[in-house]
């Protein structure tokens, strides 16, 4: 068992425990930054509401976003209502984020 500023050292032969500088890890918020006007236009354009698609904007980014398409992970799109995984394709709401994202759905593979 291991306590805050411990480690095991292992080699070939042998394991055993040294003590360590103690350096407690932070909670990082992941903050983005949303462009208000861009978010306004495109959730009067798909007909969502500003508040959810602003409130996705900040748990999901653009890379994760991209990378779910690409791997067609409809259930963990779904998580975020982004998509409907009976049907296999975006709801209106993913279709903000990916507009918003400036992401071509036609185009990822």
């Known amino acids: 068992m291991l306590r805050e500023?411990?480690?095991y050292y292992i080699t070939k032969n042998y394991a055993t425990k040294v003590k360590v500088k103690y350096y407690p890890l932070k909670?990082?918020?992941r903050r983005s930054v949303v462009d208000?006007?861009?978010?306004?236009?495109?959730a009067r354009e798909h007909r969502v509401s500003v508040e959810r698609l602003r409130r996705v904007l900040t748990l999901v980014s653009k890379e994760d976003f991209l990378e779910a398409l690409k791997r067609k992970d409809y259930r963990w799109l779904a998580r975020y209502n982004l998509a409907h995984v009976s049907r296999g394709k975006l709801s209106r709401l993913g279709e903000a984020?990916?507009?918003?994202?400036?992401?071509?759905v036609s185009q990822v593979s």
Not at 36 to 42: D, K, S, T, Y
Not at 97 to 103: D, F, G, K, P, V
């Open 5 to 7: 500023g411990e480690c």
């Open 27 to 29: 909670c990082v918020e």
């Open 36 to 42: 208000e006007e861009r978010l306004i236009a495109v």
């Open 97 to 104: 984020t990916a507009a918003y994202y400036s992401i071509d």
